[in-house]
């Protein structure tokens, strides 16, 4: 059964940290370049950073470059988001998935190898 899970998500003040984890199984994970993906009320989902099948090269929105890193273990079919110096735009719900093109408006409507996960929360607030 294809599943990915996301966690590490919470409540933060404006330049804090936290990292996103994803758990992915079900599909040939080491094939895909992977994307962490986010969806705030009201607005588009957007790709914040991807990473290569291999993991050796990445890529960032320009709204978090410098601020996030994204990064994958192939033996442990994981990958992970560090985000640093939150700032309140950040606020969303987090998605991992396979790194797709184009995106529907809806994260979760985008077709693709995995099926979306519940995502998890980051809040950014004072």
């Known amino acids: 059964q294809v599943q990915l899970v996301e966690s590490g998500g919470g409540l933060v003040q404006p330049g804090r940290s936290l990292r996103l984890s994803c758990a992915a199984s079900?599909?040939?994970?080491?094939?895909?370049?992977m994307g962490w993906y986010r969806q705030a009320p009201g607005k588009e989902c957007e790709l914040v950073a991807s990473?290569?099948?291999?993991?050796?090269?990445?890529n960032y929105a320009d709204l978090v470059k410098g601020r996030f890193t994204i990064s994958r273990d192939n033996a442990k079919n994981m990958v992970y988001l560090q985000m640093n110096s939150l700032k309140p735009e950040d606020t969303a719900v987090y998605y991992c998935?396979?790194?797709?093109?184009?995106?529907?408006?809806?994260?979760?409507?985008?077709?693709?190898?995995?099926?979306w996960g519940q995502g998890t929360q980051v809040t950014v607030s004072s």
């Open positions: 998935n396979a790194k797709m093109t184009p995106l529907q408006r809806i994260c979760v409507m985008t077709p693709g190898p995995a099926r």
């Open positions: 990473v290569t099948s291999t993991g050796d090269s990445t």
């Open positions: 079900g599909f040939p994970f080491s094939r895909y370049g």
